[in-house]
């Protein structure tokens, strides 16, 4: 028997769902930074930049980032790590890591970028001293054997950062709605000739595990010193977690 999963709102077989995901991705890629500052006021940039404060990347160390799309968290990893580190910058979506991977090289930055599946890492056990993934948790149809597999790879000691969409304080969850549910669409259409896409993405959100679901499935999957920090009353939430 085929299992199913969410599509957004949608019931779907487990196989389609990547494809389903894939043709979201695909035809949002040329567009996605643009459509990011406009429909987040630019609030992405702030959420980003508290996730690379929290993650302290020094000299030297390896770093994971999986769903890295346009590059925002690898560009500043590579930085941070330096000529002695090895920044991956990750994505099941090569349309999305083409428009990565060449930010970075505009940047002057030369990282190894790799097209793989979050639930399946091509990595070696014990490998990375911070693994990150920004906005692309909620895609992933198995969360939790991604999440088994982030910790799988990383050092002991090392750290997982999981950016992410969240459940919204209730006072907000009325107008947060109707700007999800209308305004974002129309944006898509308008800017991106793409509302559905977007629409998507408000479902998407509203069917990723709120913040306190995530963490248990964080604590499940073997991680420690687990926590998250809300940001923009619960828009999105940074979580983290330890591999002792």
């Known amino acids: 028997m085929t299992n199913t999963t969410h599509f957004g709102y949608k019931t779907v077989n487990e196989d389609d769902k990547v494809k389903e995901v894939a043709k979201v991705f695909h035809s949002v890629a040329a567009k996605y930074d643009i459509m990011n500052d406009l429909l987040s006021g630019g609030l992405h940039r702030i959420w980003k930049a508290f996730t690379i404060a929290n993650a302290a990347v020094r000299p030297g160390m390896k770093v994971l980032d999986i769903?890295?799309?346009?590059?925002?968290?690898a560009k500043a990893f590579a930085k941070a790590a330096g000529s002695t580190g090895e920044v991956w910058l990750t994505d099941i979506?090569?349309?999305?890591?083409?428009?990565?991977?060449?930010?970075?090289?505009?940047?002057?930055?030369?990282?190894?970028t790799l097209i793989c599946d979050a639930e399946k890492l091509p990595?070696?056990?014990?490998?990375?001293?911070?693994?990150?993934?920004?906005?692309?948790?909620?895609?992933?149809?198995?969360?939790?054997?991604?999440?088994?597999?982030?910790?799988?790879?990383?050092?002991?000691?090392?750290k997982l950062l999981v950016l992410e969409f969240s459940k919204v304080d209730p006072v907000l969850q009325?107008?947060?709605?109707?700007?999800?549910?209308?305004?974002?669409?129309?944006?898509?259409?308008?800017?991106?000739?793409?509302?559905e896409s977007y629409r998507y993405l408000a479902e998407s959100i509203r069917m990723h595990p709120d913040q306190e679901t995530l963490k248990t499935m964080m604590q499940a999957a073997g991680l420690e010193r687990v926590q998250y920090y809300?940001?923009?009353?619960?828009?999105?939430a940074l979580h983290t977690g330890i591999k002792m």
């Open 230 to 236: 809300n940001l923009t009353a619960g828009v999105a």
């Open 67 to 73: 769903a890295g799309g346009t590059g925002d968290l």
């Open 93 to 112: 979506n090569e349309s999305m890591l083409r428009v990565g991977r060449d930010r970075l090289l505009n940047k002057g930055l030369v990282t190894p």
């Open 123 to 158: 990595f070696p056990d014990n490998y990375f001293d911070r693994v990150s993934v920004a906005f692309g948790l909620r895609n992933m149809t198995h969360k939790d054997v991604a999440l088994s597999e982030m910790r799988r790879v990383l050092k002991p000691g090392g």
């Open 174 to 195: 009325k107008p947060y709605d109707f700007y999800s549910f209308t305004v974002l669409p129309w944006m898509g259409q308008k800017v991106a000739n793409d509302s």
